[in-house]
Antibody
Framework: EVQLVESGGGLVKPGGSLRLSCAAS????????MNWVRQAPGKGLEWVSS????????YYADSVKGRFTISRDNAKNSLYLQMNSLRAEDTAVYYC???????????????WGQGMLVTVSS | DIQMTQSPSTLSASVGDRVTITCRAS??????LAWYQQKPGKAPNLLIY???SLESGVPSRFSGSGSGTEFTLTISSLQPDDFATYYC????????FGQGTKVEIK
């Protein structure tokens, strides 16, 4: 069974940093591209970032470019999102999501984690 | 950036109704269009990909159509488990979601 479990969320002050982790199991993690998608409270979905299986290609939404860094450790079956210079508008539930087809720059999300709330507030 | 516009934002329907949700892209996305269902407090669930392909395990009452800039999700006979919010997603160029359509009980 495919499982994605996020951790590392919580309350952080504006301008602060946070690192999210996603532990994957039930599939060969090293062969799949992975993604982060977020959802502000009561709002819609927003793609945040994608990383290919070997970390060769990395993409970001304009809203987080230069502040967030996606990475992965295939030996640990883990995906990460380092979030710096956080703003109130980054407050959201962050989901890690597996890419179904692995077509570069065309992410399609077939399995999702349960989500992790990040709150940016003073 | 490609913008995705869904309509309606809210839809009131009864069990057994045929329901159609529309998604329009600001430019052609060929058939790189997916549909997701999301229930409160849960992660989204992939229903349809490549505009009209049914994801494994998804009931056949769900169907998708369209290409270019106009797409539809149809639920042929609404079931109690289908009351949820539905999102379209373009993945022709990175990813953008529509704003969502909430299907509620009439």
């Amino acid at each position: 069974e495919v499982q994605l479990v996020e951790s590392g969320g919580g309350l952080v002050k504006p301008g602060g940093s946070l690192r999210l982790s996603c532990a994957a199991s039930g599939f060969t993690f090293s062969t799949y591209s992975m993604n982060w998608v977020r959802q502000a409270p009561g709002k819609g979905l927003e793609w945040v970032s994608s990383i290919t299986s070997t970390s060769h290609y990395i993409y970001y939404a304009d809203s987080v470019k230069g502040r967030f860094t996606i990475s992965r450790d295939n030996a640990k079956n883990s995906l990460y999102l380092q979030m710096n210079s956080l703003r109130a508008e980054d407050t959201a539930v962050y989901y890690c999501a597996r890419d179904r087809d692995g077509i570069t720059a065309r992410p399609l999300f077939d399995y999702w984690g349960q989500g992790m709330l990040v709150t940016v507030s003073s | 950036d490609i913008q995705m516009t869904q309509s309606p934002s809210t839809l009131s329907a009864s069990v057994g109704d045929r329901v159609t949700i529309t998604c329009r892209a600001s430019q052609s996305i060929n058939n790189w269009l997916a549909w997701y269902q999301q229930k409160p407090g849960k992660a989204p669930n992939l229903l349809i990909y490549k505009a009209s392909s049914l994801e494994s395990g998804v009931p056949s009452r769900f169907s998708g159509s369209g290409s270019g800039t106009e797409f539809t999700l149809t639920i042929s006979s609404l079931q109690p488990d289908d009351f949820a919010t539905y999102y379209c997603q373009q993945h022709n160029s990175y990813s953008t979601f529509g704003q969502g359509t909430k299907v509620e009980i009439k």
